[in-house]
C-alpha cells in the first residue's frame, strides 16, 4: 500500500543503506537527496578493493561463474530459480509496483547516491548482467 511505501521512504534505516554500510563515516553519513558525494566515493573506494563484486540482478549467473573462477563446484541454485519463475510473469518496474508518481520519485531523489552506487559497480561486476537476457536490467526496473 502506499502508506508501507511512504514509511520505507521516509525510514531512517532505509536511506542510502549501501553507502550506510560501506562508508567510512558511520555516523551522520547519509542525509536523504543530500548524502554528499564525499560519502558516495567512500563507498566506491571500498569497492574497488573487493576482489569480486555480484550484481544481484543475475545472482544465479554469477554464482556460477564465481565458483568457475575459483574451481568449486557449482552451487545449488534450484530455490533462486524457483523464485524467479514463480515472480517471472509479474514483473513490473518499481514505478508500476509503487503506483504512485510522487512516491516514486522521492524515492529516487532520496536515494540517489545508493542508485549512483549500482551503477557505477555493474560494470565492474563479476557478471556483466546487461549482457543477458533479464527483464530487469535498469534501476528503474530492479529498484
Same mark, same amino acid.
Given at each position: 500500500?502506499?502508506?508501507?511505501?511512504?514509511? =520505507?521512504?521516509?525510514?531512517?534505516?532505509?536511506?542510502?543503506?549501501?553507502?550506510?554500510?560501506?562508508?567510512?563515516?558511520?555516523?551522520?553519513?547519509?542525509?536523504?537527496?543530500?548524502?554528499?558525494?564525499?560519502?558516495?566515493?567512500?563507498?566506491?573506494?571500498?569497492?574497488?578493493? !573487493?576482489?569480486?563484486?555480484?550484481? &544481484?540482478? /543475475? &545472482?544465479?549467473?554469477? %554464482?556460477?561463474?564465481?565458483?568457475?573462477?575459483?574451481?568449486?563446484?557449482?552451487?545449488?541454485?534450484? =530455490?533462486?530459480?524457483?523464485? @524467479?519463475?514463480?515472480?517471472?510473469?509479474?514483473?513490473?518496474?518499481?514505478? #508500476?509496483?509503487?503506483?504512485?508518481?510522487? @512516491? =516514486?520519485? =522521492?524515492? &529516487?531523489?532520496? !536515494?540517489?547516491?545508493?542508485? #549512483?552506487?549500482?551503477?557505477?559497480?555493474?560494470?565492474?561486476? @563479476?557478471?556483466? /548482467?546487461?549482457? %543477458?537476457? @533479464?527483464?530487469?536490467?535498469?534501476?528503474?526496473?530492479?529498484?
Amino acid at each position: 500500500t502506499a502508506g508501507v511505501w511512504w514509511n =520505507y521512504a521516509s525510514s531512517k534505516c532505509a536511506d542510502n543503506y549501501a553507502l550506510k554500510v560501506l562508508s567510512k563515516r558511520k555516523t551522520n553519513c547519509c542525509q536523504g537527496a543530500n548524502t554528499s558525494v564525499d560519502i558516495l566515493n567512500d563507498a566506491k573506494d571500498l569497492i574497488r578493493r !573487493f576482489t569480486f563484486v555480484i550484481d &544481484m540482478a /543475475c &545472482m544465479d549467473e554469477s %554464482l556460477i561463474e564465481l565458483a568457475r573462477v575459483l574451481n568449486l563446484p557449482l552451487p545449488e541454485l534450484k =530455490y533462486h530459480k524457483k523464485q @524467479l519463475k514463480k515472480h517471472a510473469a509479474n514483473r513490473f518496474t518499481a514505478r #508500476e509496483r509503487i503506483g504512485n508518481d510522487t @512516491l =516514486y520519485e =522521492y524515492l &529516487m531523489s532520496r !536515494f540517489r547516491r545508493d542508485i #549512483e552506487l549500482y551503477e557505477w559497480s555493474r560494470p565492474i561486476s @563479476l557478471v556483466d /548482467c546487461s549482457h %543477458l537476457n @533479464l527483464n530487469n536490467n535498469t534501476v528503474d526496473e530492479r529498484a
